[in-house]
């Protein structure tokens, strides 16, 4: 038969090990809920990294959407300076119309005004905002009224810049002027309903 004390001496060597396994039980538990807890805090941690990010785009989307818009009204302003049209031909008519009455207006007697149209090997340039057309005038006149002219062309809704210009004296007070302007436009994109 099993002696008392042998029954004693299991007991406590059972109740050891139960204590060292329910003591490794809660090791392993308290290991597995602390990485838990990590895993948890670093997923937040990315989400708030995340939402941090998101705030900041959100904040330059919105930087962004005021400089579309002031960018915008910059084109629109820019835009009324410029001559528009269907074509580059009609465009420089309205050009040459438009230099042949400011002419009138002075005393400058027009003996060329000829708008340079461009040629085909330049036609990639359509994709710009805005075109150029050289306009090359030969004038007879006065200082004053070339001064005049000059003026009404500085003073003008479109825009103008002149690119080169030589005076030279003709006869008593005459001038003959070679001027070369350049004028800017931007072809009507809008589709017509037909």
């Known amino acids: 038969m099993i002696s008392v004390e042998q029954i004693l001496h299991r007991l406590r ?38 939402l941090q990010q998101q705030r900041r785009e959100a904040a330059e989307l919105e930087d962004l959407r005021a400089a579309i818009a002031d960018l915008e009204e910059r084109k629109e302003s820019v835009g009324r300076f410029l001559f528009t049209g269907d074509s580059e031909e009609q465009i420089a008519s309205a050009m040459q ?23 085909s090997k330049e036609k990639g340039k359509d994709e710009a905002p805005f075109q150029e057309l050289a306009i090359k005038l030969r004038l007879s006149g006065s200082l004053q009224d ?49």
């Open 97 to 119: 119309i438009l230099l042949q009455e400011k002419l009138a207006k002075t005393a400058l007697e027009p003996e060329s005004l000829r708008p340079i149209l461009r040629g």
């Open 13 to 50: 060597s059972r109740s050891v090990l139960i204590g060292i396994a329910a003591a490794l039980l809660l090791l392993n538990l308290g290991r597995f809920a602390a990485g838990f807890f990590e895993d948890r805090q670093t997923e937040l941690d990315s989400r708030l990294v995340r």
């Open 146 to 194: 070339f001064v005049e002219f000059l003026a009404d062309i500085y003073r003008s809704d479109q825009l103008f810049i002149i690119e080169n210009f030589v005076l030279k004296l003709a006869r008593n007070d005459v001038l003959k002027i070679l001027l070369d302007l350049k004028g800017f436009y931007q072809i009507n994109t809008e589709k017509k309903e037909g």
